[in-house]
């Protein structure tokens, strides 16, 4: 599969770099460095849409701080001539860029990497680019500072967690949901070490003293999804469960403890999600729990990540559900991704929603919800719905609207969980749940492998249901007051106290609300 590969990548070189670039129409302008992300403006870049990544890594020995090394070729359509253009790398260094084959110049600036190749090149084609000789190092897990844990090192490898802005730390990358793209991603390591990335494993061989696998992710996936696992780790087959492989990989000192566990509960969270979403949209799913503490849990795509805190730290009714969060995302937030990082409450809302409802079914929803958002937990989804809407002026006023974080600093907030959840059971409640139900599956048979809005899953919305849901979903999303519960003129909120809310939460609320990705 190689072979076909490198070919088309040439031919594509080859037609790219033609003469005929002289006929540019527009004027060849450099791309914009960022997308205009409000919560992030210089994340991802401009004037491209990128296609393909082939990821070809290097980790020299066993240690777990062994720095990755590495080429990533990325396969692009430019939406502008361009002059210029820009990729997202804040790792320690590269050693070289190539466009089309070419070598072209490059500079960095801040996290950006400024690449201008020899030819403009022209709007609505395709094009190359190659970051070779690149290096990142991974760094010692601290869970009260998240830039840490973007590529960490833990006691048997490393791993990442890019989530939401940290991928290009350690991946020279668009670093933006809303550019997503599919990816080969090809390690070589020393013999003996396990390595693991998201899809299918296309290929695995040894020789030489080193180890060389290629992973396949056929289906569009966002920079933040990507996870790089190298170590000594155990790869558990649970097979193929309702048309889905699963499998799981466990850092060796832990296999015994987590793998029974894990592997118990994710066949049967396999059918109850499909059951009420419809089918899975990847080829493979599966945990991954390293012996760390790395303060939450992700969903990287087809892999979500634990550590082992879960298990030591919480009972069976906090992680189980935390599992169904995270299994959850594959379809919302990983098959379907947020357009902007304001859109967040896309992913998080639908993953709590399908937590708390798991967690309720499996009399599990009084532990996973102490201290989260309250210290009681609630038996009741309803308890714990009408709970929420008591915060919702407050959340409002410190963190912002839930589809309007005020900064990136409350992107992981209550508002855009709880509160998520709570716009969700707004529109169950004026919709009925049948068609909530047909909205749900028709947003992810709609949006599947791409990006979409908060206004796309109004129109959405409107259109499945056949009534006009703008403005009440608008001022459940954009507004800056909660607004009456449909069905419930008895809910009430509490008034708003002057507060920096992180400041005021207490340590297990503190703790929770930093668990879930």
Do not use: C
């Given at each position: 599969m190689?072979?076909?590969?490198a070919?088309a990548?040439?031919?594509l070189?080859?037609?790219v770099?033609?003469?005929?670039?002289?006929?540019?129409?527009?004027p060849p302008?450099?791309?914009a460095a960022?997308?205009?992300d409000?919560l992030f403006?210089?994340?991802?870049?401009?004037g491209?849409?990128?296609?393909h990544?082939d990821?070809n890594?290097r980790?020299?020995t066993?240690?777990?701080s062994?720095?990755?090394?590495?080429t990533?070729?990325?396969l692009?359509?430019a939406?502008q001539a361009?002059?210029?253009f820009?990729l997202?790398?804040s790792?320690?260094?590269?050693?070289?860029?190539?466009?089309?084959?070419?070598p072209?110049?490059?500079r960095?600036d801040?996290?950006d990497?400024?690449i201008?190749p020899?030819q403009?090149?022209?709007a609505?084609?395709?094009?190359?680019?190659s970051v070779?000789?690149?290096?990142a190092?991974?760094?010692?897990?601290?869970?009260?500072d998240?830039?840490?844990?973007?590529f960490?090192?833990?006691s048997?490898?490393?791993?990442?967690?890019?989530?939401?802005?940290?991928t290009?730390?350690f991946?020279?990358?668009n670093?933006?949901?809303?550019?997503?793209?599919?990816?080969?991603i090809?390690?070589?390591?020393?013999a003996?070490?396990t390595?693991?990335?998201n899809?299918?494993l296309?290929?695995?061989?040894?020789?030489?003293?080193?180890s060389h696998?290629?992973y396949?992710?056929?289906?569009p996936m966002a920079?933040e999804?990507?996870?790089?696992?190298?170590?000594?780790?155990?790869?558990t087959?649970l097979?193929?469960?309702?048309?889905?492989?699963?499998?799981?990989?466990?850092?060796?000192?832990?296999?015994a403890?987590?793998?029974?566990?894990?592997?118990g509960?994710t066949?049967s969270?396999?059918?109850?999600m499909q059951?009420?979403?419809?089918?899975y949209?990847?080829d493979?799913?599966?945990?991954l729990?390293?012996?760390?503490?790395?303060?939450f849990?992700?969903?990287?795509?087809?892999l979500e990540?634990m550590?082992?805190?879960?298990?030591?730290?919480?009972?069976?009714?906090v992680?189980?559900?935390?599992?169904l969060?995270?299994l959850?995302?594959?379809?919302?937030?990983?098959?379907?991704?947020?357009?902007?990082?304001?859109d967040?409450?896309?992913?998080?809302?639908?993953?709590?929603?399908y937590?708390?409802l798991?967690?309720q079914?499996?009399g599990?929803l009084?532990?996973?919800t102490e201290?989260?958002?309250?210290?009681n937990g609630y038996?009741?989804f309803?308890?714990?719905?009408k709970?929420?809407?008591?915060?919702?002026?407050?959340?409002?006023?410190d963190?912002?609207?839930?589809?309007?974080?005020?900064?990136?600093?409350?992107?992981?907030s209550?508002?855009?969980y709880?509160?998520g959840a709570?716009?969700?059971?707004?529109?169950?409640?004026v919709v009925?749940?049948?068609?909530f139900?047909?909205?749900e599956?028709?947003?992810?048979?709609?949006?599947?492998?791409?990006?979409?809005?908060?206004?796309?899953?109004?129109?959405l919305?409107?259109r499945?249901s056949?009534?006009d849901?703008?403005?009440?979903?608008r001022?459940w999303?954009?507004?800056?007051?909660?607004?009456?519960?449909p069905?419930?003129?008895?809910?009430?909120?509490d008034?708003v106290q002057?507060?920096?809310?992180?400041?005021?939460?207490?340590?297990?609320?503190?703790?929770?609300?930093?668990?879930?990705?």
């Amino acid at each position: 599969m190689r072979r076909p590969l490198a070919l088309a990548f040439t031919l594509l070189a080859l037609f790219v770099a033609a003469p005929a670039l002289a006929s540019v129409a527009a004027p060849p302008t450099p791309g914009a460095a960022g997308v205009g992300d409000r919560l992030f403006p210089q994340l991802g870049n401009g004037g491209y849409d990128a296609l393909h990544y082939d990821v070809n890594l290097r980790y020299a020995t066993s240690a777990p701080s062994q720095p990755m090394q590495g080429t990533v070729t990325l396969l692009a359509k430019a939406t502008q001539a361009l002059s210029s253009f820009d990729l997202d790398f804040s790792g320690q260094s590269i050693g070289a860029v190539a466009v089309n084959g070419r070598p072209a110049a490059w500079r960095r600036d801040g996290e950006d990497v400024v690449i201008t190749p020899r030819q403009p090149l022209r709007a609505g084609l395709p094009f190359l680019v190659s970051v070779s000789n690149f290096t990142a190092v991974p760094t010692v897990a601290d869970s009260a500072d998240e830039s840490t844990t973007a590529f960490f090192q833990h006691s048997v490898g490393s791993a990442t967690a890019g989530q939401p802005n940290w991928t290009h730390s350690f991946l020279p990358s668009n670093d933006h949901p809303s550019d997503k793209a599919t990816f080969d991603i090809r390690f070589d390591v020393p013999a003996g070490e396990t390595a693991v990335a998201n899809g299918v494993l296309a290929a695995k061989w040894t020789g030489g003293g080193r180890s060389h696998y290629i992973y396949v992710q056929r289906q569009p996936m966002a920079t933040e999804l990507i996870q790089l696992a190298v170590g000594d780790y155990d790869i558990t087959s649970l097979g193929v469960h309702s048309g889905v492989y699963l499998r799981d990989v466990t850092a060796k000192p832990i296999t015994a403890q987590i793998a029974p566990l894990i592997g118990g509960v994710t066949p049967s969270q396999m059918d109850w999600m499909q059951q009420r979403v419809g089918g899975y949209p990847f080829d493979l799913y599966g945990s991954l729990v390293v012996q760390a503490d790395i303060g939450f849990a992700l969903e990287s795509q087809t892999l979500e990540l634990m550590d082992t805190s879960w298990f030591d730290d919480f009972g069976q009714g906090v992680w189980e559900p935390t599992l169904l969060h995270e299994l959850s995302h594959m379809w919302f937030g990983d098959s379907v991704s947020p357009k902007s990082w304001s859109d967040l409450w896309l992913n998080e809302g639908h993953a709590s929603w399908y937590e708390f409802l798991y967690a309720q079914e499996k009399g599990e929803l009084a532990e996973d919800t102490e201290g989260y958002p309250d210290d009681n937990g609630y038996a009741n989804f309803d308890d714990l719905m009408k709970a929420v809407y008591a915060h919702g002026d407050q959340w409002r006023a410190d963190d912002g609207p839930v589809a309007l974080p005020t900064s990136a600093d409350t992107l992981f907030s209550f508002q855009v969980y709880h509160g998520g959840a709570l716009v969700l059971y707004a529109l169950r409640q004026v919709v009925g749940a049948a068609t909530f139900q047909r909205i749900e599956q028709s947003w992810l048979r709609t949006y599947e492998g791409k990006s979409a809005s908060t206004d796309d899953f109004i129109a959405l919305a409107s259109r499945v249901s056949g009534r006009d849901l703008g403005d009440f979903l608008r001022a459940w999303v954009y507004g800056t007051k909660t607004p009456p519960m449909p069905g419930h003129p008895d809910w009430t909120v509490d008034p708003v106290q002057a507060a920096a809310p992180l400041a005021r939460l207490t340590a297990p609320q503190a703790r929770a609300q930093a668990r879930r990705k």
